[in-house]
């Protein structure tokens, strides 16, 4: 079952996904090339506290971390250390808020100093890709026309898709019904509702689709070793169209 969310629910959400806006902020301000991952994970946790609200990954299902941080080939979950980010990598930050019960979620891809121009267009693209499906986020919509909205456009641009991981509804936990597959046929899956919130986030490779998994359990990379984009945003379908959830107000 989908639950759906009263408009207190929403005004809760909105203020979670708030505080995860202004962190995202702060953490992209402090990307340079010399930190480690773990420095982004700490300043994560410490401004999530200064908003008094909690990391909502931190131990879920065991994850260490905050923030996931995945660097170039990694796809997701990427497990904070001491990875040192250099000048022309790519690096996804996802990360999740808690506030009183009420979860957000959102991811971004963000180039670190010279990036060269491909990787600049995967991360365009899978950014460009998380707008195109949040339009199809509409009352009266199917599920999969988000997922097919995105695949289309990211092949159109000779991008592939990854297949295992998908987004997922979100409110009182931080993973709720539905999954969201970036991929897919067109018109499948629930009828899109008022007061469904969905965290959509397209996963985009440079090369094939595939992927593995690192010894640590946790960490995604694409099978062929070449570059991965994330965006995420937590939305709400409602009668007058889709809200970004988390948007800097
Ligand atoms: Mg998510």
Redesign the pocket.
């Known amino acids: 079952m989908i639950p759906l969310k009263s408009q207190k629910d929403l005004v809760m959400l909105k203020r979670s996904g708030a505080i995860l806006a202004v962190v995202m902020q702060k953490l992209q301000a402090s990307l340079r090339p010399g930190i480690t991952t773990l420095d982004i994970d700490l300043l994560s946790e410490e401004l999530i506290r200064k908003e008094h609200a909690l990391a909502a990954f931190k131990g879920y299902k065991g994850f260490p971390g905050t923030a996931c941080i995945s660097v170039n080939e990694e796809i997701v979950h990427g497990i904070p250390g001491s990875r040192v980010i250099l000048d022309g990598d790519i690096v996804s930050i ?1 990360l ?1 808020v808690n506030l009183e019960g009420f979860f957000s ?1 959102m ?1 971004v891809t963000l180039a670190v100093g010279k990036v060269d121009e491909t990787r600049l267009k995967l991360i365009a693209v899978a950014k460009q890709s998380l707008d195109i499906g949040i339009k199809q986020a509409q009352v009266g919509n199917y599920l999969t026309d988000i997922s097919h909205s995105i695949q289309s456009f990211v092949e159109g641009e000779g991008f592939s898709v990854v297949r295992q991981f998908v ?2 509804g ?1 409110g009182r936990a ?2 709720e019904e539905p999954e969201i597959p970036n991929f897919g046929r067109p018109g499948l899956g629930p009828c899109l509702k008022s007061g469904m919130v969905l ?1 959509i ?1 397209p996963m985009i490779n440079l090369g094939g689709w595939e992927c593995k998994i690192m010894e640590n359990g946790w960490t995604a990379v694409t099978a062929d070793g070449s570059a991965s984009a994330h965006f ?1 945003h937590t939305v709400a379908v409602t009668d007058i169209g889709p809200v970004i959830l988390t948007k800097l107000n």
């Open positions: 996802d999740g979620d991811a987004g997922h979100i931080l993973h965290a986030e995420e």
